[in-house]
Each structure stands twice: as C-alpha cells, then as structure tokens.
C-alpha cells in the first residue's frame, strides 16, 4: 500500500531535483504546490483516480498523473533519471540543515563539491567561506551541522528504536522460549544508539546459541562471542547485541543490562553497590534487589543515575504522572494554520478519546511559513470555537471544552506576535522560538526571558528548538530560564513529539523544586499526533513528573480557574 507520506515524499524529492538540476520553473513550482497541499491532505490518494485527483486543492492535471503512477509504479521514471544523473553525495547533502538546494546547486556545479566529506574539508580549510554566496557564517554553520549530523549517524530516536525493537524481538521469539527487549529501549531514551536483547532457552544448542539466526541478523563475528551476538538487523544502521542468559538469571540479567552504570554503582549506607545486591543467589524479582538495598523500588526508566535516589527520597512511584492521569490535549494546531484536520475533527477526536479540553494553538501571524494566523482568521477562529462548544455539549454528558489559544512566535527582541489587545483575546498563549535559531546563549536565554516575562505568556513552548538527530537546539541557560518561570508563574512545556521532547527530562526536577507546572503537549498537527503524548508521559515519567505538578493533568474547571487567574494578573 502506498501512503499519502510516500507520495508526498517522493514528489517532494523530485521538485528538489528538478530545481537542482535546472527544470523549467513552472513545473517545479506545480510540484513544491502540489506538495503544500497533499501534505495536508486527509483522504486516501492511493484510493482515488485522475478525475478524483484533480479535484484535490493544489493538483493540476501533470501531478495527478505522477500521483498515478507512483500508486501503481512504487516511483516516478522521471525521479529516477534524475537520481542517476545526480551523485549520490550531493543527496546526502540534503540532510545538512540550513542549506537548501540552491545552495547545493552553487556548491555541486560551480564549486565542484558533490559530498558531504568534501563540504567539510572546505569549511575547515576556510575555502567555502571565500565562494560568493557562502561566507564566514554560513561556513561556520554548516560545519556545525555536519559534525553534528555525523555524530547521529546510527542512532534512533524513541519512536523509530521502540518500534524496531518491537519488530526484531518477535522476529527473535521464533528462535529463542524468550526474547526480552532491555537496554536503552528499555530505560525510554530519548535517543538510542544500540539495542539489547537478553535471549534464553530450555535446552542449550549444540552448535552455539546464535547459529541458527536467519540471515536478516547479520553477524560481525570480530566482535561477537559465544554468549554474545553482535551485528546489524537487515539494512538499520544501529548497533545490534543479543545476550544468552540462563533463564534463572533473566531477572537479575535484565537489571543490570537495562540500567545506567551510574546507577548500578550507587551505594547503600553499607557501602554495598546496586550491581554487588543483583548478583545475590535467590533473587526471583527487582522488588528484590531494591528492597536488599534498603531503598523503595525505582522505574526501570529512571535508572540513570540521575537524581532517581534523591527522589525515591521525597515521591512515590503512585505520584508519578501516566497517561490517564491526563485530563487534556494543549497547544495543537488545525487547518487554520499548518495542520491537517479541522479544529472540528480535532476537537471530536480529543473528546472521544475521553479528554475533557483541547487547548487549540495554530500559529501566530509572523510564521508565514505556516500560515500563521493573521488579527482576522484568530477573530474567526474564536467564533467558530465559540459555536462548537455549544455544539460538542450539546448531547450532555461530560462536559468537554475548546480553550482558545495561539502558539506565538517569540520575535527576535523578545516581544510576542501581536498586540496586547489581541493577546487578551486568548484563554492561554504558547510562546516558542522558530526563527533566528542561531543565537549566542546570552541572547537566546535573554529572549526567552523577555517571552516568560510577558504578562500573555502561558506556557513556555519547546524551551531549546532541538529537533533530535538532526539540529541542535540554540543553547539556554537552563537554570535562569527556568528561574525566571518559577517567578512569573509560567508553565513550561514537556513537547512530546519524539523529534524534541524538549523541555529535556533531565531538568525536570530541578523544575519540580522550583515549583514549575510542567504541560505535556503532543504539539499535534493531525489527529493521530495526540498519541505523541506517549513519549512525552515516558520522559515525564524518567525525569520524574508528578501528576500533580503536570499542567494538563488539571480538570477543566481546575484549568479555566487557572487560567482566569492569570488573567487577573494582566490588569
Ligand atoms: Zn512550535
Ligand atoms: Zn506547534
């Protein structure tokens, strides 16, 4: 089956193509068009014919033939000959942040740069920095990209490693009476860069555990030993280890190859470390070895060795927030702005899902790249909130409401996207950076500062810009900027999709102490993004957020009471 993403991705491959490799402008504009639109679009491409096709917003007549034959041909002849025609070095390039494809163009023809090796020998010998167009600057960040793109190679992050995890510990079960997935898919890293699997069995094999692997598991026999197994999993770059463990040591196994060494080290007022306990005879459980230490049971999430003993100290595992003990969806985005179902579909899903609020955020005037809302559409936009409340109460029942909110860019200087008599307008406002990503820490946490300051502001939205695994967020002071939402009374966002889960896990505690709320925001942009919030409970759950301190584990009423208090604080 060929999804609406592939067709989007394949024709979105071709227009960066085309451009490289100079094609008529119109028909490359025709494509980056037709790619807006069916990025967005909801109903099945691969389902519907030419006549259905050329009914879709954005689709001329040419696009809805290469949406054909992508359907029934799995690609485009077109994109493959360019594909031949283009090494496979300046593909690569594409990954590099904050180079397009008209800078690749300069670099591959004119320079006669066409890898991403070859780029980063001319920004360390300084010559990129003197080609027209580039500069010092630009030479400077694009290194910086480079390095750190390489640093990422064979890496995962949570989504991709626990499905594969998932995928290759069934494949496994067909081998082995149990297969267990430990490791950092285990402990819920954020980013992954191996898999483990304890593997046991009745009876041992004559010739070796692993001997009868298929050939989807590929060995590096330099590197692997009788007990344990190492190599790659078809064609995924990350590192692979599979451990034979007696069955009687699964449990002690699995606790030492799932946790951080740091915590393992950890001793007990005894003196005795985590790892000395969990090698004792007779032990059939972890409440065993935990209970051994003299110390209550930690998650095997939070087993880093980062602060868990402090908290085991001052929580209980029953505090610790979990996804029913969400009460509502904030900062989500609708077809007013860049997503891809209406605020109706939206809102009916969320309410379905059994949740008592959706906090809706699109975009704010300035992010034109995804169509921010202008004064007009926000005015519209709450009238249309206005009716559906009516509307989605109107069967009975518990009641459910659409909080009117906005995620406004924080500008340059600090300031937010519109003017405060807009601002007063909204429930609550999401105040993210997305643009002049490249400041200095001093700058980038004194706007941020400034944003938190702002009487409108709500929540502080994905703190750093990270994306994982391919950019780096701008560097912040964390510790001031989380200061500053202690004394302003400003929430901080846990945004879940596994590209960011960015405020990091890591700060959560030091939030905790300070007394910060803590919002775990899908940052949705269709339906089905609401799921995100799974990763986000994860790291909330490792960094140890309490349902108490999580902002949208707070009902309605207890939300809207919040947030008119807020409010008062403006006057
Ligand atoms: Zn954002
Ligand atoms: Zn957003």
Not at 156 to 171: F, N, S, V
Request: aromatic share 8%; hydrophobic share 40%.
């Amino acid at each position: 089956m060929v999804t609406n993403e592939y067709i989007v991705e394949t024709l979105e491959l071709t227009a960066k193509l085309m451009e490289l490799h100079d094609a008529d402008e119109f028909r490359i504009r025709a494509y980056t068009n037709a790619v807006y639109y069916l990025d967005k679009f909801t109903g099945d491409l691969a389902g519907m014919d030419l006549t259905q096709l050329t009914q879709v917003q954005g689709v001329g007549k040419t696009v809805a033939g290469k949406v054909l034959e992508i359907v029934t041909t799995g690609t485009l002849k077109e994109l493959q000959d360019l594909l031949t025609n283009t090494p496979e070095g300046v593909i690569d390039m594409f990954k590099i942040k904050g180079i397009g494809v008209k800078k690749i163009k300069v670099l591959w023809k004119e320079v006669g740069i066409d890898n991403i090796n070859d780029l980063q020998i001319a920004c360390e010998n300084g010559t990129l920095g003197k080609v027209k167009g580039f500069g010092g600057k630009t030479q400077d960040s694009i290194l910086e990209s480079i390095v750190f793109l390489q640093s990422q190679a064979g890496k995962l992050r949570m989504d991709k490693a626990e499905a594969l995890a998932e995928t290759i510990a069934a494949d496994l079960k067909k081998y082995f009476s149990k297969a267990e997935v430990s490791g950092q898919v285990r402990r819920k890293n954020e980013i992954v860069d191996s898999l483990l699997f304890l593997v046991t069995d009745e009876a041992p094999k004559a010739h070796g555990f692993f001997t009868h692997l298929p050939e989807s598991f590929a060995e590096n026999p330099r590197i692997s030993s009788p007990f344990t197994w190492r190599g790659k999993y078809l064609d995924n770059k990350i590192d692979l280890e599979i451990r034979f463990v007696p069955a009687s040591q699964l449990v002690q196994k699995q606790f030492i190859y799932s946790a951080d060494i740091s915590h393992l080290k950890h001793k007990n007022e005894q003196g005795k470390t985590l790892m000395q306990i969990s090698a004792a005879q007779g032990i059939s459980t972890e409440e065993e070895i935990y209970e051994k230490y003299g110390i209550p049971y930690i998650i095997p999430e939070m087993r880093e060795g980062a602060g868990e003993f402090e908290w085991i100290n001052n929580h209980k595992n029953e505090d610790l927030i979990t996804w029913q003990g969400l009460k509502g969806i904030l900062h989500n985005h609708s077809t007013y702005s860049d997503g891809r179902h209406s605020l109706e579909q939206m809102a009916r899903y969320c309410q379905e899902l059994g949740f008592e609020y959706l906090g809706i955020a699109d975009h704010s005037q300035s992010a034109q790249y995804a169509s921010g809302l202008g004064v007009h559409k926000v005015m519209q936009q709450h009238t249309e909130i206005e009716e559906l409340n009516q509307k989605l109460n109107a069967g009975g029942g518990k009641p459910f409401k659409i909080l009117k909110g906005i995620e406004s860019d924080i500008l340059g200087d600090g300031s937010l996207d519109y003017p405060d008599e807009v601002l007063a307008t909204f429930d609550f406002v999401v105040a993210s950076v997305h643009s002049n990503l490249n400041m200095t820490e001093a700058r980038a946490t004194e706007r941020l500062l400034k944003a938190i300051e702002n009487p409108y502001t709500t929540i502080l939205g994905h703190p750093t810009g990270r994306l994982l695994l391919s950019r780096q967020g701008y560097p912040i002071d964390y510790k001031v900027v989380i200061d500053s939402c202690a004394a302003n009374g400003v929430v901080i966002e846990i945004n879940a999709s596994p590209y960011r889960l960015d405020l990091d896990w890591r700060w959560i505690q030091y939030a905790l102490e300070k007394g910060v709320r803590l919002s775990i925001n899908p940052d949705a942009h269709e339906m089905d993004g609401y799921m995100d919030m799974h990763y986000g409970v994860a790291v909330a759950r490792k960094g140890g957020l309490t349902t108490s301190m999580t902002f949208n584990a707070l009902s309605l009423a207890e939300i809207e009471a919040f947030l008119a208090q807020r409010k008062q604080r403006v006057k």
